[in-house]
């Protein structure tokens, strides 16, 4: 039996108490890990995806939304811009590349993506096996969308209408894709699209692809079985389209030229993402002021809860000094029952904060799309936990100076 | 045989009030001493002093050859944690522990280390045997007692010394507690220095120690 053991046997004893501070302290922990690890790992995950993209070129209507849907893959588009817009961003001076995305159907939740070999690049992304799609109807999936539904290559499937779950419309049955590749994990919201040629995505739509680009199709007679009058009369679009500046003037010149002078609006990913985090950011500082206000509570809890349990324990104090104790012994036992009362408190917000994380992945298709995920760990959880225990230490010390100020024969003549 | 405690001139004052005063007193090593007293008489005002809980207002007084008045705070805690075990007329066993882990607290305290084997032969050897897991707070007020007894030995003091410990008990286990501290400390050769009001147990004590409110000595 040591002092710590005497420490533990003093929590344990009190056990009710002990759990209501442990658990109030883990409450605002876990608050506060949750919005760190919430916070940051969505900031994390905006500029990641994100990388690579200095503009999008997509229908008028809210520049967040394009974002969201073109970049990030979480919302539905503003609409479509005619084909001609790639072509005409393509040729302004600065402009390093511009991929267009053609969006409209999913398969299993997993949105497909019509869009050229060179969005891969963006992301940093290869091919684990197989080879990149080359004529229509062909497919690359990202790395969750061959783990979750198992598909090998050479497997077909059918793309439904609609960007949920691909049970808003109905099935394309009669053009079914064809996986040709899988690509490895890059960790960024490509690993959760099916990749394809833009004009699979107008094929599924019965849409005619344009002459010149027609020509340079393979298996252009299917699609011609395909397409029927209505089709004929649809012209070809694409949802969105990514731009990568190759010099500062393009930065400077064409999201007014594109907002001013034509019918599209361009949007910058870092901007709409800046606003979008600080919108959150003031739920997020409303939510963090309350975590800490429950950790102040905590650390009120246990000094409460302390230097009522030294009172009680004045005699005991000075029965410890006389069979041998130091001074330093007891405040140090004293300052003990404060740190493990902290560290308990912290180690179960940790969990508890992780463990909500997990929850909230596995619950909402959005977040998981988010890449959000209870494995990581931010170095900013160290600097919660170790104010976890600084309030412990601090919630302790008063009690504990209460000692060296103790006088022993007295305490010992007059407690029982 | 040199003294074990040895008293010179002692004497002490509260509020520019004496209340107690011993003078010149000697308790040989391995005897068995009373103090005896009414209320008031400075019995445990001697005990504070003898066990260096209380710095003396005059004269000073010596424990197994160590100046224990003059001792600077952190020398008279080693030299009582060395030499003296403690019983007290109201327990003060640690009511969070089992009677087996005070008494292997007190043992680590006392010794710098824990002997579970020893620990369990000092409960045996009290009569608690079957009481070891027991909180204190499970114990009889005789039960509690030995057990005290047995922490204020577990350490192997010199000196036990024992403030009041017979008064809260009925004649037969007054009896009885001094038979087991005789016992305890006779079998680890211990001095025991016992301070009482209880006359029941007087004649026990060859060796007396008679204060006298408002603390006049005599021996």
Known sequence: MTMLGLTIAYLRDRALNTALNIILLALGVASLVILLLFSSQLEDRFTRDAEGIDMVVGAKGSPLQLILSAVYHVDIPTGNVPLEAVGMIRRQPGVAAAIPLALGDSFRSFRIVGTEPEYLDLHGARLADGRMFAAPMEAVIGADVAATTGAGLGQRFVGGHGLAGGDEGPEHEETPFIVTGRLARTGTVIDRLILTRV?????????EAPHEEHEDHVGHEDHDEHADEAAHAAPAEVTAVLVRYGSAIAAVRLPGLINRQTNMQAAVPAVEVSRLLALVGV???AVRAFAVLLMVTAGLSIFVALLSALKEREGDMAMLRVIGASRGAIIGQVLGEGLLLAAAGAALGLALGHGVIALAAGQFDQLRALGLSAARFHPGEAWIVATALGIGLVAALIPALRVLRSDIADTLANTR | MAPLVETRGLAHSRDG??????????????????V???SGSGKSTFINIVTGLLTPSAGSVAVAGAPMSTLAPAARDALRRRTIGLVFQTLRLIPALSITQNLLLAQRLATGAGDAGAVRAMIDRVGLGHRADARPRQLSQGEGQRAAIARALIGRPQLVVADEPTSALDDANAARMIDLMFEVAGATGATLLVATHDGRIADRFANRLMLAAPGLAAA
């Open chain 1, 199 to 207: 004009d699979s995505v107008w094929r599924v739509h019965g849409i």
């Open chain 1, 283 to 285: 739920g997020l500082d």
């Open chain 2, 17 to 34: 009030r004496e209340v107690m005063r011993i003078g010149d007193w000697q308790l040989a090593a391995g005897a068995h001493a009373l």
């Open chain 2, 36 to 38: 005896l007293g009414p």
